[in-house]
Structure formats: structure tokens, C-alpha cells
């Protein structure tokens, strides 16, 4: 999809200070150097996830702390038009609550579907947590996510 100012005005999302490319999501520059940080320093549930979908070892190429609009998103699939944001306790704060279904009403406007994933469950089952990826993607289980999910591929997977 080719996105403009005024398209994403249509769809109720502030262009100003975004950046435009023919076929990418618009982002916002200033974010580049945080989402940078972020890539550095990581938190454990993130790190276990690039892990897995790191270097294309699925048969897609995820992006970690893509910025996206005035966000950074923790993974991005172009290729799937997929988001997936791992999320810690503090998402059950009502008003972090309301910035992550705004965010989410956003990306989806932009035609991302979104997967939301608890840290404690990537952290306990970090193969499972990516099967779920991929199953609300809509698309087959890659095989090298195939194999015991309950809690043992951390200490014999080779991500790890």
C-alpha cells in the first residue's frame, strides 16, 4: 500500500513529522536513535524472541524496535504486515492500557495486524510464544519452531 499525508488523515492518524516511502510504513525520524537504545538495551523476553526470529531462521525477515507512525514497534514483518509487541506488567495499567488500543487501532488502520504477547510466557516458553506468532499470522508453523513448547527448548534449542 502507498501511503500520503492524506491518507493517513482519512484513516484519523496525525501525519505531521512523519516520514513517507513509496511502499513502507511511515515513521517518524526522531524516534531512530531510541528505538536504537532500545535494540542495546533490550529487556530478556525481547532478547529470548530475536532469538528466534532473527536472520530469517522462520523463512521471514522480522525487524526489532521498528518505528512505525509515531511508535516503535518491539518486532515488524514486512512481509506478513505483522507487528508483534511483548508486553510486561505495566501494560496492565489502565492508561498504558489505552495508549496500546490506540496503537493498536492505528497500526491496524494501517492494515498490521498486531500480536500482543505476555513477557512471562515468552520467558517460560519461548517457542510456543513464537508458534502463537505465527498461528495468528494466519500462516503455517515454521518447522524449525516445531518440537517440545514447555519450557525444555530453552535449554536444548538451538536459539539458545
Not at 44 to 73: C, D, S, V
Not at 81 to 94: A, K, M, T, Y
Not at 145 to 150: I, P
Request: hydrophobic share 40%; proline share 6%; aromatic share 12%.
Amino acid at each position: 500500500m502507498h501511503y500520503t499525508p492524506d491518507t493517513l488523515r482519512l484513516l484519523g492518524i496525525n501525519p505531521d513529522g512523519l516520514i513517507f516511502f513509496k511502499d513502507k510504513v511511515p515513521y517518524d525520524p526522531t524516534l531512530k536513535p531510541f528505538s536504537r537504545e532500545l535494540r542495546i538495551d533490550g529487556v530478556k523476553a525481547e532478547a529470548y524472541m530475536w532469538k528466534i526470529l532473527k536472520n530469517k531462521k522462520t523463512g521471514y525477515r522480522f525487524l526489532r524496535q521498528k518505528p512505525i507512525l509515531h511508535y516503535i514497534a518491539d518486532f515488524y514483518c514486512d512481509e506478513l504486515n505483522l507487528v508483534v509487541e511483548i508486553d510486561g506488567s505495566s501494560h496492565n495499567i489502565e492508561e498504558v492500557q489505552r495508549h496500546d488500543q490506540q496503537r493498536d487501532k492505528d497500526m491496524n488502520a494501517l492494515g498490521l495486524k498486531v500480536v500482543r504477547l505476555w513477557d512471562y510466557d515468552v520467558i517460560k516458553t519461548p517457542l510456543a510464544a513464537a508458534s502463537h506468532i505465527f498461528k495468528e499470522a494466519g500462516v503455517e508453523i515454521p518447522a524449525s519452531l516445531c518440537g517440545l513448547h514447555d519450557g525444555s527448548e530453552r535449554l536444548w534449542s538451538p536459539f539458545f
